[in-house]
């Protein structure tokens, strides 16, 4: 994105199987998972990847469970700043059973940094008993 501004992307985005001569950069983009999918993916990655004043949020809950914000497999230097993260939460009307939110990065074998970034899990709610009573979150 131009400086000072930034991207909206409805969609996944993913940075894959990068060289260790290879470097991705992303920077300015708000990723929304409305329904279901993380919103950005870093996998397999010998070479560096840098983020930065990226905006992410995880899907929400679709018959299964809500989604992570960033998930990191397998990447030797992943570096964030300034960015947020945010865990999807739940559906909301759905069949009246409780579901609870995600959490905001998962990361697995992996180097992760996080410098001046903000991470928040996903919100619950209740639900609710037979008959149906007011949802409470």
């Known amino acids: 994105a131009d400086a000072g501004s930034s991207v909206l ?8 199987n990068l060289a260790t ?4 950069v992303l920077s300015g983009l708000v990723l929304a998972q409305p329904w279901g999918g993380t919103a ?15 905006e992410a949020t995880g899907g929400q809950y679709v018959f ?7 998930e990191v497999t397998n990447c030797a230097d992943a570096s964030f700043a300034g960015c947020t993260f945010t865990g999807g939460g ?16 998962r990361g697995s074998s992996s180097a992760i940094a996080l410098h001046d970034c903000t991470v928040r899990g996903g919100h619950g709610v209740f639900g609710y008993s037979n008959p149906p009573g007011p949802i409470t979150h």
């Open 9 to 16: 992307v409805h969609s996944p985005v993913a940075v894959r």
């Open 40 to 54: 950005l993916t870093l996998a397999d990655n010998a070479g560096p990847v840098r983020v930065q004043a990226v």
């Open 64 to 70: 299964g469970g809500a989604w992570s914000a960033l």
């Open 90 to 105: 739940p559906e909301y009307g759905g069949l009246g059973y409780a579901h609870s939110g995600a959490i905001a990065i």
């Open 21 to 24: 001569t290879q470097t991705a």
